[in-house]
């Protein structure tokens, strides 16, 4: 059993919870991610380890709402308890040699990309980040972004924060620019990165993106993950969850993420019944 | 001459058959499909035993069970007696009863099976094992007093499991480390709920854990902790068995589309996560309604029935030799017949094909015939030239095989292992190429059975107490 020691709301639908999971807080590097079930009839769901304090024990995880696990999970409170927590889990992200960073993060994509700019800044990277999501509301973490970051460029789709577009056209204008990158982290979804990506390969900047496919144990055990890359079969559990942006086919991971839909309504509407049952 | 007499007379009564649910009702749920021998027919089987002197039996077990004792003991009425004499030989009687290939093994060399149908020892051992279990008089043998020392056993399938049994006897203090949420291995994530119920499982990890077993679970070693740092937490010795758990792909074109499965995610799903009981369980599975499964081992027998109970209208058997070479248990293919596979042999996928959705709708196969014998002594299949068809499905298990899983050799500096990544140890100690590092089980063979691998946790746990005995 774990237990939920702290819980924020960080938008309307996007929750931060602190777990107490001290061996995993212990080892857990930026890029990993953990595996939860909610209960006995639960889900195993994978989410990204965003911080963690080795020495108080705790492990931080941030989630949008978009199923009925996600949903359970927003309902819980700091003292609740969830049934199973697996992790760390995957590769944690490559970043030897890494001077000059640019961490582009979409929707909840910034609680994935945060842990990454943190790692990068503490070895002494230059970190320019470009966070955005559709409208103010939904932006998350702006303030630990700016903590991290020497240069934070904000963006929204409708323009009522920030510059009025998306990430991946501040990133445009931002090599045009001249501004130098070793690298570029890009986490959102999918058809975000795929925009990042396809931008970036025309300047050759190498570009790393974490790729969110639906995975059951996480252990290399299933192949539910598999994900092409550069033509090449991928377990994203094991081999990733980060792999070369330029070498991802993305459409193909959105097809498999779209692989449950009709279950996936089903589940959600029963669980609505359910709570308005009660 | 006396005992030829015997022979002569007991030759007579023929094998008891094992009662069965119906294949029409039986394809509509999950339970279990023989239902067991009641007392009166298990004794009669028993009586049928001559009690070899030099029992042939037993020396197809991997594991020694005495045979000859413990079908006296049911022939006896004395089924408990007959369960703790099983205990003495195996770990998880209950399991193998049901799973172990008996007819390649103890069955095989039973003496009666010269002229007639052999002892049915795996039914017999099934019976003495549930008697026991649901008599509620579960023996707790005696443990010798603790002796300080620590054992890790990474992977809770059944060679970890007999490991922790036979160490935890011993004296030691022993954890389990296991990846998933439920120890069981194979036996929880892979063997459907309808040729071993998980009740017997859970029952025979509740017994490990009277014995003072810990299992840890959702514990992946080398990444959670690896095994320098278990050593350094205070461990004595490291066993590993962590199973042959990762999928192999042909690679052919579109075998990522959606709805194809490997047999691993598709079994995981249904029987760990309990997805056919959806949507009251939260895990979701595709209900196929024409499902193809590859290949023509256990592994996709398992698969395709479970495609039919989860209401599929056509379930096919997709494998490139012919009937006589699959592998799968003979029991099995006569249970998947019964239920209504359809069995396309000799035939072999070369590409899916998909939708505008990355749906797949139909596999492209061709027709293949036999050549000449390869290595294995098999006749090698050959393509027939221009014989392409397209078989139209909407969901795909590819069941050909599994690999060894990189986690722990990835994190374990100076642990050796083959060209196929299975870990290098010797095979009558479970010795491994780092000192105090054990290993058996489908980890080191590759994909094997329950009881090979319950064997090589015997000889693991027994060369780990020398090793520590005299450390
Ligand atoms: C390595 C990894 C790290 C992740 N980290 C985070 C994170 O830090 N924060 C976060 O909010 N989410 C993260 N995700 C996604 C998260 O796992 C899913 O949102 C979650 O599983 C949805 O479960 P559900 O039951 O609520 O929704 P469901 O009803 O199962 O799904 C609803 C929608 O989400 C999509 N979906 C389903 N399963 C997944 C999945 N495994 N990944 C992505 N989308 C999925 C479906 O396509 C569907 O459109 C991560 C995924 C991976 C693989
Ligand atoms: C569908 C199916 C049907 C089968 N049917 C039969 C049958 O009828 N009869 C028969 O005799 N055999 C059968 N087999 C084969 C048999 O199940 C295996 O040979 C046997 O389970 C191997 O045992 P094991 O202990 O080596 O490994 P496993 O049973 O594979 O157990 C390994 C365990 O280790 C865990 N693990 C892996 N990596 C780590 C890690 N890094 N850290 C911690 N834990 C880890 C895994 O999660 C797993 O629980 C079948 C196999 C399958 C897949
Ligand atoms: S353990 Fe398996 S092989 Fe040995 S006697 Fe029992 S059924 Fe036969
Ligand atoms: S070989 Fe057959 S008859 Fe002889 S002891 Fe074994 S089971 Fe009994
Ligand atoms: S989630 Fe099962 S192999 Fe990656």
Known sequence: MTKILEKVDLSENVVKMVLDAPAIAKKRKAGQFIVLKIDEKGERIPLTTVDADPEKGTLTIIFQVVGKTTAKLATMKAGDELMDLQGPMGRPTHLEGVKNAVCVGGGVGVGVVYPIGAALKKQGAKVTSIIGARNKELLILEEEMKGISDNLIVTTDDGSYGIHGFVSDALKTLIESGEKIDEVFAIGPVPMMKAVAAVTKNYGIKTTVSLNSIMVDATGMCGACRVAVGGETKFACVDGPEFDGHAVDFDLLASRLRMYMTQEKESMDNYRCECHGK | ?471
């Not at chain 2, 770990?91 to 099976?113: D, M």
């Not at chain 2, 011993?170 to 929880?188: F, R, S, W």
């Not at chain 2, 939708?355 to 393509?383: F, H, Q, Y």
């Not at chain 2, 693991?460 to 090793?467: G, K, R, T, V």
């Open chain 2, 1 to 471: 001459m006396e005992n030829n007499e015997k022979k002569e007379k007991k030759e007579k009564v023929p094998r008891h058959k094992m009662p069965e649910q119906d294949p029409k009702v039986r394809i509509h749920n999950y339970n279990e499909v023989p239902i067991g021998y009641s007392e009166e027919t298990a004794m009669k089987e028993a009586e049928r035993c001559i009690q070899c002197k030099k029992p042939g039996c037993r020396t197809g077990c991997p594991v020694g069970v005495d045979i000859p004792a413990f079908v006296k003991l049911i022939a006896e009425g004395k089924f408990i007696e007959a369960a703790w004499k099983l205990k003495e030989d195996s770990a998880l009687p209950a399991v193998c009863g049901r799973v172990c290939p008996q007819e390649s093994q103890c069955e095989k060399f039973c003496i009666l099976g010269k002229k007639d149908e052999p002892v049915a020892i795996g039914r017999l051992e099934r019976f003495a094992a549930d008697f026991e279990r649901n008599s509620g008089q579960v023996k707790i043998p005696e443990i010798t007093a603790k002796n300080g020392k620590k054992v890790a056993v990474v992977g809770a399938g059944p060679a970890g499991l007999t490991v922790a049994g036979d160490l935890i006897k011993l004296g030691y203090e022993v954890t389990i480390y296991e990846a998933l949420h439920k120890p069981g291995g194979v036996l929880v994530y892979g063997i459907p709920e309808f040729r071993l119920p998980k009740s017997i499982v859970e029952a025979e990890i509740n017994y490990l854990e009277k014995l003072g077993v810990k299992v840890v679970c959702n514990a992946v070693i080398g990444r959670l902790e690896t095994i320098d740092e278990l050593f350094a937490e205070g461990y004595d010795a490291v066993f590993l068995g962590v199973g042959a758990g990762a999928p192999v792909f042909m690679g052919i074109p579109g075998e990522n589309l959606s709805g194809i499965y490997s047999a691993n995610e598709y079994l995981t799903r249904s029987n760990l996560m309990k997805a056919y009981l959806f949507p009251e369980y939260d895990t979701p599975i595709v209900r196929g309604k024409n499902v193809a499964v590859i290949g023509g081992g256990n592994v996709a027998m398992d698969s395709v029935r479970t495609a039919l109970r989860l209401g599929a209208d056509n379930a096919y058997i997709i494998y490139r030799r012919s009937e006589v070479e699959l592998p799968a248990r003979a029991e099995e293919v006569h249970h998947a017949k019964e239920e209504g596979v359809q069995f396309k042999l000799l035939t072999n996928p070369v590409e899916y094909i998909g939708d505008a959705n990355g749906w797949v709708t139909g596999i492209k196969c061709v027709e293949m015939e036999l050549g000449e014998p390869d290595e294995s002594g098999r006749r090698r299949p050959v393509e027939k030239k221009g014989s392409e068809f397209v078989i139209d499905v909407d969901t795909v298990v590819v069941s050909v095989g599994t690999n060894a899983n990189p986690i722990i050799p990835m994190t374990t500096p100076g642990l050796e292992t083959n060209k196929w990544g299975y870990i290098v140890a010797d095979e009558e100690t479970g010795k491994t190429s780092r000192e105090g590092v054990y290993a058996g089980g489908d980890i080191v063979t590759g994909s094997a059975t329950v009881i090979l691998a319950m064997g090589a946790g015997k000889k693991a746990a027994a060369s780990i107490h020398e090793y520590l005995s005299n450390k």
